[in-house]
């Protein structure tokens, strides 16, 4: 069955893009039905599973050999446990709710069976990247995420903006792949195998001296590899730049991507490889201190963001940065970045989603400054919008409450002055996530409602395409069952999913002995803790409401403060990519091809010249002419005598 699991959206992929025309009209549906399937599958393997004891809940399903040569042997085999359904079902679940919701939204997309064949192929490379029983199957998994996302993202390729963000994104997660790779290469050097339980089992030992240590800086080498590739698919920094520009893909793409496929891949990698950074102390505190910036840093971008959708990418850049540092956190902190990240699935889903049904109403529009007022026209979308909102902010009682709680609990519990710092960053990036997904919410569905003054449409702009009956002016209206259907089971899961999973931490013993897990100590009470984050989500949401709330909001954003305005240039991210790598890459081009043509072909082509003028030289020796010949033989008679004479007179 987990084979199985794997082949039903592979199946979908391969009949929806091979199929031709003649699926167009039930291509959708095919690829829904097929998704759904692959849920199911995991859910009688997660109820197998619970029949089982702790112990005994790690299944291994071999296929068959991969490359069996004399002392390389790579197998095609996938390996099921707690961590892995827990990524299958959130996989499956949230990616077959937006198979559905994609029903709807793309409705009038004359390429709607291609972009199904996609979805379906998406889930299939992140289902072999979760189950993968080694890190080289892992790999292919990992480049099939990539292209899919590639085809996903450029969709609508016509666009060229949307071109480029494709583009974009396939180039930056090149340089993480790049990582991985050299990783899987010196895993298979120093263990001589890639599969994960010899891997992590000979990590354990050597570190515990049971058996030849292997030494720290090969270890350290290994996790920093892995670590840029988990910065490459989880957009961290220093390779996050392409996640904002990926939302110029089909709103269903974002929900996919941000919530259940790529930026989870790289929080599974880190914490899938947890013995390899345990081992690795200087590399799992990078791993911290790249999810603490990368929290700073994406709350601070999604403060400025007018576009909703960027915005929301700026929110998923934070709130992975705080699995990442959880995940840096090591046994204290495993097991509480996955709950995280399976909350996240819900309410980044749900977020998405409606942002999608907001545009939907809105005529494509994604400018929440010509937004306002829609609470009362889009009641659906406000609601399960408000319960995500009210999810990722960590209002008490949902499901960002407790998983955030618990990361800011284990970031404190690291101790001594990392500790403070790191629970500092955390308290501070939560405070931050009020105030930006406050001013999401007040900006969209609160205040007046902007939407009304905007002009008709004009010739000039033959994008704009007005609601029928009202000219340019978007009459905003709720979307179909089919798009809010999956919008009303995702704010369910926003709600109650964390309060399942924190309650008597069921969650957190559910993953072992996959993940080891450490009750951490925080230097003050979990009570004290859990006041400080609920006080600063209040500030926060306060300062949003004075900002956007009280205040009439400007369709056009003014000028606003430096900070203000490096962050809607993404902190210059882009122009720091642009000067350090794009231009630096061209004057190192420049530099190689100079000294290629002056250097290299300087001496290949003058010694060539040269053995060419000699030989040209030579030839004339050789003309034919017997009056030459004997010249020749004259002169070299004539030396030879005189040589002679001279010798005989020394």
């Avoid at 961590?83 to 299958?88: E, N």
């Avoid at 081009?589 to 100079?594: A, D, F, G, I």
């Amino acid at each position: 069955m987990i084979a199985l699991l794997i082949a039903a959206p592979l199946l979908g992929a391969a009949v929806l893009l091979c199929g031709g025309r003649r699926l167009d009209k039930a291509g959708h549906w095919i690829g829904t039905a097929l998704a759904f399937v692959s849920f199911g599958l995991g859910a009688v393997l997660f109820a197998g599973l619970l029949g089982r004891g702790a112990e005994d809940r790690t299944l291994v399903q071999h296929l068959y050999s991969w490359v069996p040569v004399e002392g390389f042997q790579a197998d095609v085999a996938f390996r099921l446990d707690q961590l892995s359904i827990t990524f299958v079902l959130l996989i499956t679940g949230v990616g077959s709710l937006i198979h559905v919701y994609s029903i709807g939204y793309m409705e009038h997309d004359e390429r709607r069976r291609r972009f199904f064949g996609y979805l379906n192929l998406f889930l299939a490379a992140m289902l072999i990247l979760v189950l993968a029983d080694n890190y080289l199957l892992l790999y292919l998994g990992w480049e099939g995420v990539g292209l899919a996302s590639y085809l996903l993202i450029g969709f609508w390729q016509h666009k060229p903006s949307a071109a480029t963000a494709a583009k974009k994104a396939f180039l930056v997660n090149r340089v993480g792949d790049m990582g991985l790779s050299i990783a899987v290469m010196l895993m298979f050097t120093t263990f001589g195998t890639f599969a994960f339980t010899p891997v992590l089992d000979s990590v354990g030992a050597a570190t515990s001296g049971a058996a030849a240590p292997v030494g720290e800086g090969t270890l350290t080498a290994i996790a920093l590899m892995l670590l840029l590739a988990a910065c490459g698919k989880s957009a961290q920094v220093p390779l996050q730049s392409w996640l904002g520009d990926a939302m110029e893909g089909p709103t269903p793409v974002s929900a996919l991507i941000h919530a259940a496929t790529m930026v989870t891949a790289g929080v599974y990698l880190i914490v899938r490889s947890g013995a390899i950074f345990d081992a690795a102390p200087d590399a799992q505190l990078v791993v911290t201190v790249v999810g603490a910036v990368t929290l700073i840093f994406g709350a601070i971008v999604g403060c400025a963001k007018d576009d909703i959708k960027k915005a929301l990418a700026g929110s998923t850049m934070s709130q992975i940065g705080y699995m990442v540092l959880a995940a840096g956190l090591g046994p204290i902190g495993y097991a509480v970045a996955i709950m995280h990240l399976v909350t996240h699935g819900f309410f980044k889903a749900g977020l998405f989603l409606g942002a999608g049904s907001v545009m939907h109403g809105m005529n494509d529009e994604v400018d929440m400054r010509k937004y306002g007022g829609l609470r009362k026209y889009m009641p659906v979308t406000f609601v399960t919008f408000g319960l995500g909102y009210l999810a990722i902010i960590g209002f008490p009682g949902l499901s960002g409450f407790f998983s955030k709680d618990l990361i800011i609990e284990a970031a404190f519990a690291k101790g001594g002055v990392q500790g403070w710092i790191l629970g500092t960053v955390t308290l501070v990036g939560a405070g931050i996530t009020a105030y930006y997904m406050t001013r999401v919410m007040l900006m969209t569905f609160f205040g007046e409602e902007r939407w009304r003054n905007l002009p008709a449409a004009s010739p000039d702009a033959p994008d704009v395409e007005p609601a029928a009956g009202h000219g340019g002016v978007p009459h905003p209206h709720e979307s179909p069952k089919v798009m809010t259907v999956p919008m009303i089971v995702l704010a369910f899961g926003s709600v109650f999913a964390g309060a399942f999973f924190g309650i008597g931490e069921r969650f957190v013993h559910w993953l072992e002995p996959v993940t080891s897990f450490e009750h951490g100590h925080p230097p003050v009470s979990a009570l004290t803790v859990t006041a400080a984050t609920v006080t600063v989500m209040a500030i926060g949401v306060g300062l949003a409401w004075l900002h956007y709330g009280r205040r009439p909001v400007p369709v056009v954003a003014p000028r606003g403060s430096l900070l203000t305005r490096a962050a809607r240039r993404d902190l210059y991210q882009d122009d720091f990519n642009h000067v350090v790598l794009v231009r630096g890459g061209e004057h190192l081009t420049r530099s190689l091809v100079y000294v290629d043509h002056t250097l290299v072909d300087g001496v290949v082509n003058g010694t060539a010249a040269g053995v060419g003028g000699l030989s040209s030289r030579m030839r004339r020796l050789q003309n034919g002419f017997a009056r030459s010949y004997a010249v020749s033989m004259f002169g070299g008679t004539a030396v030879l005598v005189a040589a002679t004479l001279l010798m005989r007179a020394v």
